[in-house]
């Protein structure tokens, strides 16, 4: 196999760093990343962002179904003309924010596992999608992420990094930093430390979708302003400081806590009263 920069030069291809464009090029890397998927549990795959097909190549040689999706029309272009002969290989030129997995997923395949080596201003938009939208078809997401993004999703409770991104991730799946991966590993290198992690989706979910709209509602309200006492950042979802109390009394928690102090499992737990209360 070329190497990447043999790729990029034979294809005509200058990475485009405006929509983020950082291509991976140590093998070493991408050896880890295959070595990182529980291929047992695989039936098939959605790569987001071929790219220059380097980490397509290895997916592409399972010879399980694989949907690669690629919005960049020289890259689509490329693509087509590497795999479009393995009839195995599905390559859907699009915007991954638009595409709906479920209707691409045939009836052979029970979930998609999703990699991919994304634009990093496409992580949290695309990792909310995909969680809110395709939780039933998906079981593992995949994704090489900022470093500094990689640990939100991994904070504790209490600690400067724990916010609305925290809870959306723990609430629908199991995060885990594989490993690091040095800005050295990538062209050209981003200003940043990256981090491959896996997202490992809940079998079930303790609310009802009423409930998550809660859910979501008390988190956005907490987390925009986090430094508010949380009676006052609820005034955002109830109108009725009473009842806020009565709720928070149910509970066990003082009136003056800030809302950045509770755990994912306590605000699932208010979601519920609100709900039970119809505040």
């Not at 070595?35 to 220059?52: A, D, F, K, L, R």
């Not at 409930?211 to 006492?229: C, Y």
């Amino acid at each position: 196999m070329p190497s990447l920069f043999e790729t990029l030069k034979n294809w005509n291809h200058h990475p485009r760093k405006r929509i983020g464009q950082h291509f991976l090029v140590n093998t070493s890397i991408l050896s880890r990343i295959e070595s990182s998927i529980p291929w047992t549990e695989v039936t098939g795959m959605v790569e987001v962002g071929g790219g220059t097909g380097i980490l397509s190549e290895r997916l592409a040689a399972r010879h399980l179904p694989l949907w690669i999706i690629e919005m960049d029309d020289h890259l689509f272009g490329a693509l087509k003309g590497q795999f479009g002969n393995q009839a195995h290989v599905h390559l859907i030129h699009q915007d991954v924010l638009k595409a709906n997995l479920h209707d691409l997923k045939p009836p052979s395949i029970d979930q998609w596992t999703i990699i991919g080596n994304i634009p990093y201003y496409l992580t949290t938009p695309l990792i909310f999608r995909i969680l809110t939208l395709f939780f039933k078809d998906c079981n593992n997401i995949f994704f090489m992420v900022q470093k500094e993004v990689a640990d939100r999703m991994m904070a504790k409770v209490g600690t400067k990094a724990y916010g609305a991104l925290t809870l959306g991730v723990q609430y629908f799946s199991v995060p885990k930093i594989l490993f690091s991966v040095p800005a050295s590993c990538f062209f050209p290198p981003p200003k940043v430390e990256s981090a491959f992690v896996q997202l490992k989706l809940k079998s079930d979910l303790p609310l009802t979708s009423r409930q998550e709209k809660i859910f979501f509602s008390i988190i956005r309200a907490i987390f925009q302003s986090r430094r508010k006492i949380i009676t006052n950042s609820l005034k955002k979802i109830s109108s009725s400081s009473e009842n806020i109390k009565k709720a928070l009394d149910q509970m066990d928690i003082h009136f003056t806590s800030r809302g950045e102090q509770l755990s994912l499992e306590q605000l699932i737990r208010l979601s519920v009263i609100f709900d039970q209360k119809n505040f």
